[in-house]
């Protein structure tokens, strides 16, 4: 499962920078982004920012080895994901942000003031809806966004985000944890 999911992330990372390349070869401009594909671009990139911090706290702050485990996962991959997708922003005319939602940030601040163990249950639980709702947003843009490079792009990482869903959801059953389906 580790070596699929680290190959979906590397096949995803390829298909990003031809894209990016590609892309500049078929005249792609700012002006063939809709507002929902720029959203969606931005959200991304701040949602990755996120997964990153919270990865980076899930590794110092876990309990267990296979949250700590995830937590680097998310680091590293979101950390590489997060490039790839700067440079489909800077095609369509989006400045890359910095920062990370208001609602993560919450999450931040709560996760900080739990014990070791109720840390995993509530990382677990973050992680599980956070990736639900990832998955869903990828999907939607790779149907319905107007951008190739980011239509392109959502598509290819939705199996990365499935993948990463899949771990979480074993790590979620193997805790005991009840993480809600949307």
Known sequence: MRFKAIQHTAWCGGLVFAISFSVNGLAQSAGQASSADKSFVKNAIEGGNAEIELGQMAMARGNSDDVKQFGKKMVD???????????????????????????????????????????????????VKDHQQDLANFKKEAMSGSSPAVKDAATQCVQVISSHLQMIQQIAQSHNVQAANQ
Not at 87 to 99: D, E, F, R, S, Y
Not at 102 to 125: C, G, H, R, T, V
């Open 77 to 127: 991959d979101h950390a590489q994901l997060g490039e790839q997708m700067k440079t489909v922003a800077g095609q369509i005319g989006v400045t890359p942000p910095k920062a990370i939602p208001a609602s993560d940030k919450a999450l931040e601040m709560k996760l900080k003031m739990l014990s070791a163990n109720d840390f995993d249950q509530a990382y677990i639980k973050a992680m």
